[in-house]
């Protein structure tokens, strides 16, 4: 993404708020997972993106608004936005939140929403397949495993993948790691 | 003393990319009587993965706990990513009961079972809580008197405070102490706590590079010599990343990156060969030269 599409999204006027697009049980489904409990105390104070150092040097990304579209039930609306994925989850919101809203892990838990809804970016889709494949983020090259036993490195264990992948299809991401993502 | 015995939990990132990170550790921890038994099996700590499903982050970092467990040894990480993960979730098991059977219930898909018998500790704790800084001074030869550097020791070694219970997030006191040990001094400057963007760099490329270089400035502003790492993704914002930033900005830094136990190798008498400082991408020979 460059700055120039971020700065040409921010242009876009703000239409109000039509009730069609407010889904009542999105805050529920937020609050189901581990992390998103706390999201409705958020009183939109601010902190978290006064705080943020992602916010410092982004032209669009705040995360009370993402919690605030999150409190509203704009679930298409915050599932399907960018910004969700510019959290690098510093956790410098957790420790500031007033109100103790684990900022950071609500934005995880949509962002968890928005990957069974589809939405996954190219990046993360990357690293899960790597871990499938080899029980590691990245598949590390045979080059590199030779340096390290000429640099006097202890071999790299073998994970046992087998077992990794039946724990991935357990808790289901398998499945969304096939279907793939949209960007 | 504590036992100095502990299962080295090494991750993806360090035997991918960053291995002078790793050849330093080694060396250091051999001095200290550190003992590393090498993980016969692990995977991920899971972190990456817990945007796409936190689920998955859960069972990925479970699996490591149960083949330490398994071994019957502590974890040690040199990734704060890991470290962070590995703690958190260990932590979250042992005192949620809910989640501990959810989360083996999963496990038992591959015949483990998550028991709650063992501790997470990332390097810097290990070195500041088990071996402590009274012993580490006893093993500095040549100390770094003429050193003046600037620490970034990134989120996840203190964040989330509540969580990982370790130093200050804001005015982390241990972690400079760690290193004025070695006699080097450790400045002050502007944001110093301040996240280095590395892991959005998959996702924006221009925001992680603005928040480095911002970061850069502010220890060039202070006359830093160096920047001190615990991180192989702080490492590769400011270390691979640096020439780069340089470019992008039209600037000029050249501020060698050492990872932390390259700096405490060099006060204990190691030479830069020994601690692969030549795998640095930004030149350190001025900071070896000031020895």
Redesign the interface.
């Known amino acids: 993404?460059?700055?120039e599409k971020e700065e040409s999204k921010t242009a876009e006027a703000r239409p109000a708020l039509k009730i069609s697009e407010i889904n009542l049980q999105f805050k529920n489904e937020v609050k189901k997972?581990?992390?998103g409990e706390r999201m409705m105390l958020c009183f939109q104070c601010g902190t978290c993106t006064a705080d943020c150092?992602?916010a410092?040097?982004?032209e669009t990304?705040r995360p009370r608004q993402l919690l605030r579209m999150a409190q509203l039930g704009l679930k298409d609306k915050v599932l399907s936005s960018d910004q969700l994925?510019?959290?690098?989850?510093?956790?410098?919101c957790?420790?500031h939140c007033p109100q103790d809203v684990?900022i950071s892990s609500v934005i995880?838990?949509l962002?968890?929403i928005a990957?069974r809804e589809g939405y996954?970016?190219s990046?993360?889709k990357e690293?899960?397949g790597a871990?499938m494949e080899t029980?590691?983020?990245?598949k590390?090259p045979e080059l590199?495993l030779k340096?390290?036993s000429e640099?006097g490195?202890?071999p790299?264990?073998?994970?046992?993948v087998e077992?990794?992948a039946?724990?991935?299809n357990?808790?289901?991401?398998g499945k969304?790691l096939e279907k793939g993502g949209s960007s | 003393m504590p036992n100095l015995k502990y299962a080295m939990f090494l991750g993806c990132a360090i035997p991918y990319r960053v291995s002078s990170y790793e050849l330093s550790a080694r060396k250091i921890a051999a001095k200290l009587d550190i003992e590393l038994v090498e993980m016969p099996d692990y995977n991920c700590c899971g972190l990456p993965l817990d945007p796409a499903s936190h689920d998955v982050m859960l069972t990925l970092a479970a699996r490591n706990l149960c083949q330490a467990e398994k071994l019957g040894l502590n974890i040690i990480a040199l990734c704060p990513g890991c470290a962070g993960t590995l703690r958190k979730v260990n932590k979250l098991l042992k005192e949620d009961k809910h989640e501990r059977e959810r989360v083996n219930g999963f496990l038992k898909e591959a015949g483990l079972e998550f028991k709650g018998t063992i501790e997470v500790k990332h390097l810097m704790q290990v070195l500041a809580e088990d071996v402590g800084l009274q012993r580490i001074k006893e093993t500095v030869k040549k100390p770094l008197s003429n050193l003046s550097v600037a620490e970034h020791m990134g989120c996840h070694i203190v964040r989330p405070q509540k969580l990982i219970g370790f130093d200050d997030p804001e005015d982390p006191e241990i972690l400079k102490s760690l290193i004025e040990v070695t006699g080097a001094r450790c400045l002050d400057y502007m944001d110093e706590t301040e996240c280095c963007g590395a892991p959005v760099a998959g996702i924006n490329d221009r925001i992680p590079l603005a928040l480095t270089r911002d970061k850069l400035s502010h220890m060039k502003a202070v006359n830093a010599q160096a920047v001190i790492t615990v991180c192989p993704f702080c490492h590769m914002m400011f270390d691979t990343n640096q020439m780069r930033i340089e470019r992008m900005f039209n600037e000029t830094y050249g501020m060698p990156v050492l990872h932390y136990p390259q700096l405490l190798g060099l006060a204990m008498g190691f030479t830069p060969e020994e601690l692969a400082l030549k795998e640095l991408r930004v030149d350190a020979s001025k900071v070896v030269g000031l020895i």
């Open positions: 993404m460059t700055a997972i581990p992390g150092p992602i410092r040097f982004s990304y994925w510019l959290c690098a989850a510093c956790y410098t957790v420790d684990e995880r838990a962002k968890n990957v996954m970016p990046a993360l690293l899960g871990i029980g590691l983020a990245y590390i590199r340096k390290r640099a490195l202890p790299l264990p073998k994970a046992d077992s990794i039946k724990l991935i357990r808790t289901g991401f969304l």
